[in-house]
DNA sequence: TGGACCACGCATCAGT
DNA sequence: ACTGATGCGA
DNA sequence: GTCCA
């Protein structure tokens, strides 16, 4: 009887709570701008003026925790509204600070669980867990009222280990607000987990974990197209497309010979001039934010790097080797180690962590050395927050707060990282159900309420997180490309990722398929067929994901299959694509962190975008980039030349 | 002070 | 049933 | 997180 259907509801919850917390600090600057008359419109926050009076604050210095719960979302809102009106705080995990939990519930070992915490002993001492009735009588009251016939649990074991259990709480890492008032920052429970004897009462009737998404339902049958070529792409105007045909025709640029009349394309050869060892497979992420700290660097410090274009994008640069040239060597580290930390975290933003990638590059391009976090701040890309609050703290010598990170909490996160399917987010909610490794996920998958698509991750865990051999990877292409080939001899179908970049190993297999529109051929319908094939064949295990048009020109298809039925499972994509971007397209999912990466970003410094949108010049929406359609490939080699980007 | 900065297609879900 | 927001992979 | 209007 999980009160706690699912993750999200507490997500939700948490969203409302934080427009809760705005509301209150509103009213609280209103109030003490003497307006008293506020907009409020629940039937709650009259009873409750009426019932105080002004300024009577009867839960004054209270701090109330009050357990998410399910389908409740007004409820919760109108309790935090009460307790806020008599003066109460209320937060919504438990902290160092709190002195009553607001609980309704039968379990003490359930109450825990819903707060993330493995014993209610971690509590702070003296606090007290009563049910909402006792609120309710205190405001009617208008006075704090003996907690006695109100509280949760009647005088047993709970209250017991409660007081008794005083001494454990030293290792607990339950947020302390006194010394952390970091908005954002998740509670970190680290105490080992140890289950209790109502866990196992209340868990062990659970049964199997749910069984994978077996694919059952097939692909809507085939309807006829009423579009009838690429030439009806919406993705640009037809104008856009003359030139392309142009290029196409001629078939000249690399990644334009028909595969199957030649193996190895144009690109082939592209790619491996990519791969003569100025360039590491797996530098990705740093090196594309590199790429701009380095442009930002130089910016301002002309001249500590003449090759520009040249060298930003060689990740031969050492990454973790000696780096002699930078003063700032030990800033660029630690700011890597607070992105690589941070990255898994959630509470920190997408752009706060990117800053520390980028701080890292300009760190380490600074020609002169930072000493005090005020000379770093006048760089550009460096702003105070980073100088004062980091900078100094690194330069200072002391165990600051990046030492302090917990990192076997961090270690349980990113395993559940993996779990194909789950991210950033859900890793960290997991942790903070209670989870602290993917067994205990296997061993209770209700409780976390994981989607269809993340308990075949979970189920093949091992498999999915195998780098897939090169050999293999042909073996399944073979496969797919037969069943390509019996639908439609003319279909263009190619594999795409670390395989076509000669890899020994990839990640996961994924193709790319498109047919020449010239003779009036299109490959509409054919993602179905083919799916439907690979499935018959059980070539094809598991689906994650569907197009939404099987029918469309551009759709994509993302499953679990297998070369043999012996061999591991493996994911594969299928994309399917308008002809007409073949070219761009082969270049674009090649997926090479040295091409595709950096081509986002280098773009985008340059007022560029990748973006599938309109053709060239959109002045009319007042966006301030020019938009470049990469995927017409007649742009290819111009917009390569034009971003001052060479392969070799 | 508040918005831009950011790939995009698909799955899921809150809100209505 | 529909829509918009969010998470996710890559 | 920084930068800029």
């Given at each position: 009887m999980?009160r706690?259907?699912?993750?999200?509801?507490?997500?939700?919850?948490?969203?409302?709570?934080?427009?809760?917390?705005k509301?209150?600090?509103?009213?609280?600057?209103a109030?003490?701008s003497?307006?008293?008359?506020?907009?409020?419109?629940?039937?709650?926050?009259?009873?409750?003026?009426?019932?105080?009076?002004?300024?009577?604050k009867?839960?004054?210095?209270?701090?109330?925790?009050?357990?998410p719960?399910?389908?409740?979302?007004?409820k919760?809102?109108?309790?935090?509204d009460?307790?806020?009106?008599?003066?109460?705080?209320?937060?919504?995990?438990?902290?160092?600070a709190?002195?009553?939990?607001?609980y309704?519930?039968?379990?003490a070992?359930?109450?825990?669980?819903?707060l993330?915490?493995?014993?209610?002993s971690?509590?702070?001492e003296?606090?007290?867990?009563v049910?909402?009735?006792?609120?309710v009588?205190?405001?009617?009251?208008?006075?704090?009222?003996?907690?006695g016939p109100?509280?949760s649990?009647?005088?047993?074991?709970?209250?017991?280990?409660f007081?008794?259990?005083?001494?454990?709480?030293?290792g607990?890492?339950?947020?302390?607000?006194?010394?952390?008032l970091?908005?954002?920052?998740s509670?970190s429970i680290?105490?080992?987990?140890?289950?209790?004897?109502?866990?196992?009462e209340?868990?062990?009737?659970k049964?199997?974990?749910?069984?994978p998404?077996?694919?059952e339902?097939?692909?809507?049958?085939?309807?006829?197209?009423?579009?009838?070529?690429?030439?009806?792409?919406?993705?640009?105007?037809?104008?856009?497309?003359?030139?392309?045909?142009?290029?196409?025709?001629?078939?000249?640029?690399?990644?334009?010979?028909?595969?199957?009349?030649?193996?190895?394309?144009?690109?082939?050869?592209l790619?491996?001039g990519?791969?003569?060892?100025t360039?590491?497979?797996?530098?990705?992420?740093?090196?594309?934010?590199?790429?701009?700290?380095?442009e930002?660097?130089?910016?301002?410090?002309?001249?500590?790097?003449?090759?520009?274009?040249?060298d930003?994008?060689?990740c031969?640069?050492?990454?973790?080797?000696?780096?002699?040239k930078?003063?700032n060597?030990?800033?660029?580290r630690k700011?890597?180690?607070?992105?690589?930390?941070?990255?898994g975290?959630?509470?920190?933003?997408?752009f706060?962590?990117?800053n520390y990638?980028?701080?890292?590059?300009?760190?380490?391009?600074?020609?002169?050395?930072i000493?005090?976090?005020?000379?770093?701040s006048k760089?550009k890309?460096?702003?105070?927050?980073?100088?004062?609050?980091?900078?100094?703290?690194?330069?200072?010598?002391?165990?600051?707060?990046?030492?302090?990170?917990?990192?076997?909490?961090a270690?349980?996160?990113?395993?559940?990282?993996d779990?194909?399917?789950?991210?950033?987010s859900?890793?960290?909610e997991?942790?903070k159900r209670?989870?602290?490794?993917?067994?205990?996920?296997?061993?209770d998958?209700?409780r976390y309420?994981?989607?269809?698509?993340?308990q075949?991750?979970?189920?093949?865990?091992?498999?999915?997180?195998?780098?897939?051999?090169r050999e293999?990877?042909?073996a399944?292409?073979?496969?797919?490309?037969?069943?390509?080939?019996a639908i439609?001899?003319?279909?263009?179908?190619?594999?795409?990722g670390?395989y076509?970049?000669?890899?020994?190993?990839?990640?996961?297999?994924?193709?790319?398929?498109?047919?020449?529109t010239?003779?009036?051929?299109?490959?509409?319908?054919?993602?179905?067929k083919?799916v439907?094939?690979l499935?018959?064949?059980?070539?094809?295990?598991?689906e994650?994901?569907?197009?939404?048009?099987?029918?469309a020109?551009?759709?994509?298809?993302?499953g679990?299959g297998?070369a043999?039925?012996?061999g591991?499972?493996?994911r594969?994509?299928?994309?399917c694509?308008?002809?007409?971007?073949?070219?761009a397209?082969?270049i674009?999912?090649?997926?090479?962190?040295?091409?595709?990466?950096?081509?986002?970003?280098?773009?985008?410094?340059?007022?560029?975008s990748?973006?599938?949108?309109?053709g060239?010049?959109?002045?009319?929406?007042?966006?301030?980039?020019?938009?470049?359609?990469?995927?017409?490939?007649?742009?290819?080699?111009?917009f390569?030349?034009s971003?001052?980007?060479?392969?070799?």
């Amino acid at each position: 009887m999980g009160r706690l259907k699912g993750k999200k509801d507490l997500q939700t919850l948490t969203k409302h709570f934080e427009a809760f917390e705005k509301g209150v600090a509103k009213d609280n600057a209103a109030e003490r701008s003497g307006v008293t008359d506020r907009k409020g419109k629940g039937k709650a926050r009259s009873a409750g003026q009426v019932g105080l009076g002004l300024g009577s604050k009867v839960f004054d210095g209270l701090r109330f925790c009050i357990s998410p719960e399910i389908g409740a979302v007004s409820k919760h809102k109108s309790w935090w509204d009460i307790i806020a009106k008599m003066g109460g705080t209320v937060v919504i995990r438990p902290d160092t600070a709190i002195t009553h939990v607001i609980y309704d519930g039968r379990s003490a070992a359930l109450l825990a669980r819903e707060l993330g915490l493995d014993t209610l002993s971690e509590l702070p001492e003296g606090t007290v867990c009563v049910k909402w009735d006792w609120v309710v009588k205190c405001k009617m009251a208008n006075k704090v009222l003996e907690t006695g016939p109100w509280l949760s649990f009647q005088k047993t074991a709970f209250n017991r280990a409660f007081s008794s259990n005083a001494a454990i709480r030293e290792g607990s890492r339950m947020r302390d607000i006194t010394t952390d008032l970091l908005k954002g920052r998740s509670i970190s429970i680290t105490k080992r987990r140890e289950p209790s004897a109502s866990d196992s009462e209340t868990e062990s009737s659970k049964k199997q974990r749910a069984a994978p998404s077996v694919l059952e339902r097939q692909p809507q049958p085939p309807k006829p197209v009423p579009q009838r070529s690429s030439e009806a792409a919406p993705t640009a105007p037809a104008d856009a497309y003359r030139d392309n045909a142009t290029t196409h025709g001629a078939g000249r640029g690399p990644g334009w010979e028909n595969p199957l009349a030649n193996k190895g394309d144009g690109l082939d050869e592209l790619i491996s001039g990519l791969q003569d060892g100025t360039i590491r497979e797996d530098e990705d992420e740093s090196v594309k934010e590199n790429g701009i700290a380095n442009e930002v660097a130089d910016d301002e410090y002309e001249g500590t790097n003449p090759c520009l274009v040249a060298d930003k994008f060689k990740c031969g640069q050492n990454h973790d080797g000696a780096d002699d040239k930078s003063p700032n060597e030990y800033l660029a580290r630690k700011f890597e180690e607070m992105y690589d930390l941070y990255q898994g975290v959630a509470g920190k933003d997408f752009f706060s962590v990117r800053n520390y990638r980028m701080a890292a590059g300009i760190m380490r391009r600074t020609p002169w050395p930072i000493t005090k976090g005020a000379d770093a701040s006048k760089i550009k890309g460096i702003g105070a927050n980073l100088a004062e609050r980091w900078i100094d703290e690194f330069l200072s010598g002391r165990p600051g707060r990046l030492f302090y990170e917990d990192t076997s909490q961090a270690r349980a996160i990113a395993a559940f990282k993996d779990i194909y399917g789950v991210g950033k987010s859900q890793a960290n909610e997991l942790y903070k159900r209670g989870a602290r490794s993917i067994d205990d996920l296997r061993a209770d998958p209700e409780r976390y309420g994981l989607t269809s698509g993340q308990q075949v991750g979970l189920e093949l865990y091992d498999d999915l997180r195998a780098r897939i051999p090169r050999e293999e990877c042909k073996a399944i292409y073979d496969l797919v490309r037969s069943e390509a080939m019996a639908i439609d001899p003319k279909l263009w179908i190619e594999i795409m990722g670390s395989y076509r970049r000669g890899q020994e190993a990839s990640g996961d297999v994924d193709f790319l398929i498109t047919e020449d529109t010239e003779d009036g051929g299109s490959h509409a319908g054919v993602m179905g067929k083919l799916v439907n094939r690979l499935r018959d064949r059980g070539v094809i295990t598991h689906e994650l994901s569907q197009p939404h048009d099987w029918r469309a020109l551009e759709a994509k298809w993302m499953g679990v299959g297998r070369a043999t039925p012996e061999g591991k499972y493996r994911r594969i994509d299928i994309l399917c694509i308008p002809f007409d971007q073949w070219g761009a397209a082969l270049i674009y999912f090649t997926g090479n962190d040295v091409a595709s990466a950096p081509s986002q970003t280098i773009t985008a410094g340059r007022g560029l975008s990748m973006g599938k949108g309109s053709g060239s010049g959109c002045s009319g929406s007042g966006r301030p980039k020019d938009r470049l359609d990469v995927r017409s490939a007649s742009l290819e080699s111009g917009f390569w030349a034009s971003i001052g980007y060479r392969f070799v």
